[in-house]
C-alpha cells in the first residue's frame, strides 16, 4: 500500500541515488586529469578582505576556466587546478598557520599573503618546506638574497612612487607634497618610501606624520589640519580600497583642490559609489591589464569572472597574474611541480607570451634591480587616473 | 579651533547614537552584546541595497533597516539570549553567545554584500563654508537627526509605559517582576529597540561613510569604549561618553597630528586612568 511515508522515503532514496550517480560521474570524468594544489593564504576577511578576496577569486575564475577546457598539460600529464585557501585574517600568526596547513598538504606554490607582517612570518615555513610563495607585500628583505622564496606579485610602491611623483612634478607642477598613512606596517612604510622618493626629486614635503586607525569611518578629523596646509600632492600612502573613498570625499568636502594620489590599486565602482565626482583625477597604480591594453583573454577572464561572483574587482586586473605565472613555469620545467630549486631555477631565464596583454608582451620575472635577484613578477606599470566611474591610463611604465 | 569644535561635536552626535542600543540591552539584560557593530552594518546594507541599488526613498530604507533590525533583535533574545540566561548560571555564556552571533554576523554579511566598501548617492548636497567652519551638509542633517533620535529615545523611556517598565526592569528586576512587569515581553522589546537603534545609525552612517562587511568588530570597540566612559547601562552616560570620544579624536588629531597617531594611544590611557579611579564611568549606575 503506498502511504505519504512510503512515498517521502521513494523520493529521498530517489533524489540520494540521483546525486550519488552524478558524483560518480562528475569524479571519473575528473579522474582523467592529475591534480595540482596551488594555495592561497590571505586576507579575505575584516576591513582588508578586498585585497585577498579579489586575490583568491582570480586564482579561483582562472583555475575554474582550465579545469574548464581541459585542464593545463605540465611534462607528460594534464592537471585540474585545485585552489587550497587560507584566511589569515590579516594576522601574521593565522598566516604561519596557514602556511602550515598548505606544508601539511604539500603544496608547493602559494598565492599571498597580501599585507608586510604576514608575508615576513611565513618566510621560515615556506623556505622550511620548500614552498615558493607570491605575496603582495613590499618589504625588500623578502626578496633579497638570502631570501630566495618569495616572489613580489605586483609593483612595490618604491618602483611606481618615483615615477608617479616625477611625473606629476614634470607634467601638473606639483612642488609641496603631504603624506597620510594608516598606523599600520604596510601604509607607514610605502609613506617612508614615499618620502624619500619625494625628498630625492626636491619636492618641499609640509606633512609626513599624520596618521589615521585603519577602522577610522571619518576622515574629516584627520585631514582639517592637512588641507590647511594647501600641498599640491597628497598621497594616501598604502590606502585601502575601502578607505580612500572616505578620505578623498573628507579633503574635497574640505576644500582641498590640490591632486590625490596612491600607490595601491583600487576599484572604480568604490570610488563611485563612496566619492562619486569628487573622485574625479584621483591617480593610483592601477591593474596591470586595464580595458585600454586588455586582450581578448583577459575580457574573457572579466567576463567569467563577474558571472562567478557577481561582480568584477579592479584589482584582480593585477592579481590575475600569479596563478599565470606558476603554471607557465612549471610547463616550462615540469620538474618544478615537487621541486621549488628547479623552479627557481628557470626563474632565471623564464620568458612566456603575456595572455592578458594585446600585442607581443611577454611574461617575465624581474626585479634584478630592487632586489640583486630575479623575485618579482613583470606585470605593467599602469598609472590611472580616476574619471566619472572608470580609470583612464596616464601613462604605463615597467620594472627591471 | 572652531572647525575642530565641529568636528568633535558632529562625531559626537553620531558616537552616541551607536553607543545608546548597546548600553539599552546591557542595562536591560547584563548582556555585553558583541554583535551590535554587525547589526549597524546590516543596517546599512539594508540601505544600501534599497535607496542605493534599487532607488528607493531614502526614509523608506532607512525604516526598513530599523524594523528588519528590530525583528532581528527580537528573535535573537527570544530564541537564544533568553534560553541561555534561563539554563545558564555563568554571565560568560552570553558574552560567548553574543561573540558567536558576531562571528555569524560577519560571514553572513560577507556572504550577502560582499568585500566592498560600499556607498550611497549624498541625501544633502553642498558644503557649508562660513566663520571658519566648513561642514558639509549631509553631516549637518544627519547629526541633527542623530541628536533627534537620541531626545526621542530619551523621551520614549522616560514617559512612556513600555519605557518606564524597562527602567523598572533596569533598575530592579527581580522587584520589576514582582510588581507585575512582565520580563521576558519587556526584554524582547529592549532587545529589539537596541538592535533597531544599530541598523537606524548603520543606515544613516551609510550617506556619509558608507559600509563594508569588516567593520562591525571596530564599531563595537568603539561602542564599548563610549559606555564604558559613560557607565554601562546608562543612557545618559552612552550620551556623555559618545561626545567625550568624538571631542578627544577631534582635538588629538589636531594637537598631536606631529607626533604619529597617538591619538588613541592617548585615549586609552586616559582611560586607564580614569577607569581606575572612576570603575563605573561618569554615571556608574543603572538609570532610574
Known sequence: ?400 | MEQVIANGLYLGAQYALIALGLTLIFALMNVLNFAHGQMYVLGGFITYTLYGQLGLPFVVALLASGVTLAIIGALMEKFLFRTVIRRSHREESTMLLAAATAFFFDAVILLLFGEKQRGVPKIVKGVFNDAGIIMPYDRMVVGVLAIAFIAAFVLYMQYSRVGRAMRALAQDRVAAQLMGVRVDRYSMIGFAMGAMLAGVVGGLLVTITGVNSGIGGPISIKAFLMVMIGGAGVVGGAIAGGFILGMMESVGLTVLREYGDVTYLVIFAALMVFLSVRPNGLMGKPWG
Open chain 1, 1 to 400: 500500500m503506498i502511504n505519504r511515508r512510503s512515498t517521502l522515503k521513494s523520493m529521498a532514496l530517489g533524489a540520494v541515488s540521483t546525486l550519488a550517480i552524478a558524483a560518480v560521474g562528475i569524479s571519473s570524468a575528473q579522474a582523467e586529469n592529475k591534480e595540482l594544489k596551488i594555495g592561497f593564504v590571505g586576507v579575505t576577511s575584516g576591513p582588508a578582505a578586498a585585497w585577498g578576496t579579489s586575490n583568491v577569486r582570480s586564482m579561483q575564475t582562472r583555475a575554474a576556466w582550465i579545469n574548464e577546457t581541459g585542464g593545463v598539460k605540465i611534462g607528460n600529464d594534464t592537471y585540474n587546478i585545485n585552489i587550497v585557501t587560507f584566511d589569515d585574517q590579516k594576522d601574521p600568526k593565522r598566516a604561519i598557520a596557514g602556511m602550515e596547513k598548505m606544508a601539511q598538504e604539500g603544496v608547493h606554490y602559494v598565492v599571498g599573503p597580501n599585507v608586510d607582517d604576514g608575508a615576513a612570518a611565513v618566510r621560515p615555513v615556506a623556505e622550511a618546506n620548500g614552498i615558493i610563495y607570491f605575496p603582495y607585500a613590499f618589504p625588500k628583505a623578502l626578496y633579497q638574497k638570502p631570501a630566495s622564496n618569495a616572489v613580489l606579485g605586483m609593483i612595490a610602491n618604491y618602483q611606481s612612487g618615483p615615477a608617479i611623483y616625477k611625473y606629476l612634478k614634470e607634467n601638473k607642477g606639483v612642488k609641496k607634497i603631504a603624506f597620510v598613512a594608516a598606523n599600520e606596517s604596510d601604509p607607514l612604510s610605502q609613506r617612508d618610501g614615499g618620502v624619500e622618493a619625494a625628498k630625492a626629486l626636491g619636492l618641499d614635503i609640509v606633512a609626513q606624520n599624520d596618521t589615521y586607525q585603519n577602522d577610522t569611518r571619518d576622515f574629516t578629523p584627520v585631514l582639517t589640519p592637512i588641507v590647511a596646509l594647501k600641498p599640491d600632492l597628497l598621497v594616501l600612502s598604502g590606502v585601502a580600497p575601502a578607505n580612500a573613498p572616505l578620505l578623498i570625499r573628507a579633503a574635497r568636502e574640505l576644500g582641498y583642490e590640490g591632486l590625490i594620489s596612491t600607490e595601491t590599486a583600487q576599484d572604480a565602482k568604490v570610488l563611485e559609489e563612496g566619492a562619486g565626482e569628487y573622485a574625479n583625477g584621483f591617480i593610483s597604480v592601477g591593474g596591470a591589464s586595464t580595458p585600454e591594453i586588455a586582450s581578448d583573454a583577459m575580457k574573457e577572464f572579466v567576463t567569467r569572472y563577474t558571472k562567478m561572483f557577481g561582480e568584477y574587482n579592479d584589482e584582480s586586473n593585477t592579481k590575475v597574474y600569479a596563478l599565470e605565472y606558476i603554471l607557465d613555469t612549471l610547463k616550462a620545467n615540469p620538474a618544478a611541480i615537487n621541486d621549488v630549486a628547479e623552479f627557481k631555477k628557470t626563474m632565471d631565464t623564464f620568458s612566456a607570451p603575456n595572455p592578458f596583454l594585446k600585442g607581443d608582451a611577454k611574461l617575465s620575472y624581474v626585479g634584478s634591480t630592487s632586489f640583486g635577484q630575479k623575485r618579482q613578477l613583470s606585470v605593467p606599470m599602469v598609472v590611472n587616473e580616476y574619471k566619472d566611474g572608470a580609470f583612464q591610463t596616464l601613462f604605463v611604465g615597467s620594472v627591471d
